[in-house]
């Protein structure tokens, strides 16, 4: 199997950097780590798994929510310390009730914030 | 100025992940790290610059090249640790010669690279 470079030490785990896009509109979901067990995972299943550094465990996206990201394609950068994962997102990939977790704009000058995006499910009755 | 939450330890340096994006296609052109110099400068000047974890110094994106990255959105995640940055790109943003630096290409089963996309420089031109 073709791994990625897992480069990055965080804490005591080796990591690569993992991006997943949807793969119809390009929108960018969420970044986390993913290391070599999640990689595996990912790639024997289908779907995307990732590092939890707050859990120092390996966690299955959408394990308890149902909201799982589908692998449609897999891109490397030029180092191969990062992934992007081209993903069906079921339901939204927030655990707060967005789409996309870069729900929040900063103005260019990085004085205001504003939130962008409509809410997709409800937290209060999934988690 | 609002900040994102450097709370990633790469080294001896407190980063935050950044996604460079081009702000028309939507396609990923990089994944660095950013730490709090990095990003003042990135707000200060209107172009993105990262925290290079080889050199442990800040870097403006297309300083030797050219290539820089203009600002056009930025977004934060739901924890504020990570960053996408919506950007004019120009040039190239992969020192390889290519736009994007994810330009390999993982069959879904992780046995074949496939290298996807045209040069639109080359490196030995530039660098």
Known sequence: MIKPNFRHKI??????????????TGEVLMVAFIDEEAYTKSIETGYVHYYSTSRKSVWYKGETSGHTQKIK????????????????QLGGACHTGH??????????DSMTKTETQ?????????Y
Chains 1, 2 share one sequence.
């Open 73 to 88: 394609e897999i891109f490397f950068d030029c180092d191969e310390d990062a992934i992007v994962f081209k993903v069906e």
């Open 11 to 24: 804490g005591d785990r080796l990591v690569a950097t993992a991006v997943a896009q949807d793969y119809q």
């Open 118 to 126: 409509n809410m997709v499910f409800n937290p209060d009755e999934v």
């Open 99 to 108: 789409y996309s977790c870069f729900y929040t704009r900063i103005s260019p």
